[in-house]
């Protein structure tokens, strides 16, 4: 298993204000919660149910994509979340613009899912 980083609303927010134009507003804070919470769900108390940074760090871009916790840019501060917390685990990325927006568009129309942005986050490990 790899090494656990755990993050919170504030986190997310001092990442969307690094990478945002402008102030996004929050549109659904509820949204926003359970983006920040969701990579520490647990099965049981203390196992948690991502077990690997990748899937963890999918759980940003998933969510940010789906529930849209932002007016705007969703898909930006979603995918800087997952690329920090991958960063952060020891594990930076590095992916092309045009792959990026291939998944995006495939989990928008939910032909993309959580398990699949996993994978794709580990084929773009620059280790």
Known sequence: MSQIIRVNVGWVLQIQSAISPLNVPIADWGALGFMAD??????ERGVLYYEEAASRAAT??????????FADYNLVIGWACASQYMYVSG??????????????????????DLRMIAQ????WRSE
């Open 60 to 69: 940003f871009l998933h969510t940010a994509l789906l529930l849209r916790p």
């Open 38 to 43: 969701r990579h520490t769900f647990e099965r």
């Open 91 to 112: 594990q930076p990325l590095q992916a092309k613009d045009d792959e990026l927006f291939e998944l995006a568009q495939g989990v928008r129309a939910q032909q993309a």
């Open 120 to 123: 794709r986050l580990g084929s």
